[in-house]
């Protein structure tokens, strides 16, 4: 018999590998933020987890709002979420096993660069807001019940605030068209970090306000229940959820970087001061 050329035992064997992987690892369904998204950090760690382990992971990018009617319907595998208070009562409530402490950033309040309200000179968050509110500048929200519409909400109701009027704009968008809607208008917005570092068309828009302990902006997994969702690929979920706290993961997260800035940082780091 004749034996294979070197070309046809190289084709033999990469097709080998390449039929394990696939018929090994398989996928998951992720569902999202925005921000994690739109800032690039899973083309970063999307290749590295399945280098490591076969499994692929497709994922769905939406508000943290979503991501939870998602996870309750059982259409995703596992989620990466922010909103700490909500994930906990997603895992109080049933819908997951298990949540944990994966990475954090901050938000940043942006705005036009003559900053008519004058919010860079403001002694809190809370201060910003009023100034902004007082003044009736524009103000471009998500109003989409993200994770960042629900930091921006909460700010809005501690600083004694109900937003309303035409200064006030809800768009119903996703953080990038918050920001291009807020470049168009010479309007203020509340970005997480991470999009806004990524983001390209910021004309005259510019960080103004950051700094503040109540910026601060936690990412969790979250593990969804097998008992109330037996057809969700757990075991491959589980996989992703543990290398995101693994040295390695954890690592890949550190080691992301937009314009030379980390973005994210690990769940036994803060990020510094600005």
């Known amino acids: 018999m004749r034996k294979p050329g070197p070309r046809a035992l190289f084709a033999a064997i990469a097709l080998a590998v390449t039929g394990g992987v696939q018929a090994g690892g398989g996928s998951i369904t992720l569902a999202s933020t925005t921000s994690t998204e739109a800032s690039g950090l899973f083309d970063h760690l999307v290749p590295k987890f399945r280098e490591a382990t076969g499994i692929h992971v497709r994922v769905v ?4 709002g979503q991501a939870f009617e998602i996870g309750r319907r059982g259409d995703a ?3 990466l979420v922010h909103d700490t208070a909500a994930e906990e009562a ?3 409530d049933g819908y997951a096993a298990e949540r944990r402490h994966v990475m954090s950033n901050d938000f940043v309040l942006v705005g036009p660069a003559d900053d008519p309200a004058d919010v860079a000179s403001a002694d809190s968050a809370l201060d910003a807001f ?3 509110a007082d003044g009736a500048h524009p103000f471009t929200s998500r109003g989409d019940d993200s994770g960042t519409h629900r930091a921006e909400r909460n700010l809005w109701q501690d600083a004694g605030i109900q937003p309303r009027g035409r200064w006030y704009r809800e768009l119903g968008s996703g953080m990038g068209g918050t920001l291009n809607t807020a470049a168009a208008m010479d309007a203020y917005t509340y970005a997480d970090r ?10 005259n828009l510019t ?3 950051d ?3 109540v910026m601060f902006n936690p990412y969790g997994s979250l593990l969804l229940d097998a008992d109330r969702h037996p057809h969700v690929k757990h075991d491959k979920a589980r996989r992703w959820h543990e290398w995101l706290l693994s040295d390695e993961g954890q690592e890949a997260i550190a080691s992301f970087r937009v314009r030379g800035q980390q973005l994210f ?3 036994d780091a803060t990020p510094p001061e600005p």
């Open 61 to 64: 990018a939406v508000g943290t």
């Open 77 to 79: 595998d596992v989620l």
């Open 90 to 92: 997603f895992v109080g």
């Open 130 to 132: 009023r100034r902004i």
């Open 194 to 203: 991470a999009t806004w570092t990524a983001f390209g068309n910021r004309q």
């Open 207 to 209: 960080l103004l306000f």
């Open 211 to 213: 700094g503040d302990d």
């Open 265 to 267: 940082f690990p769940n």
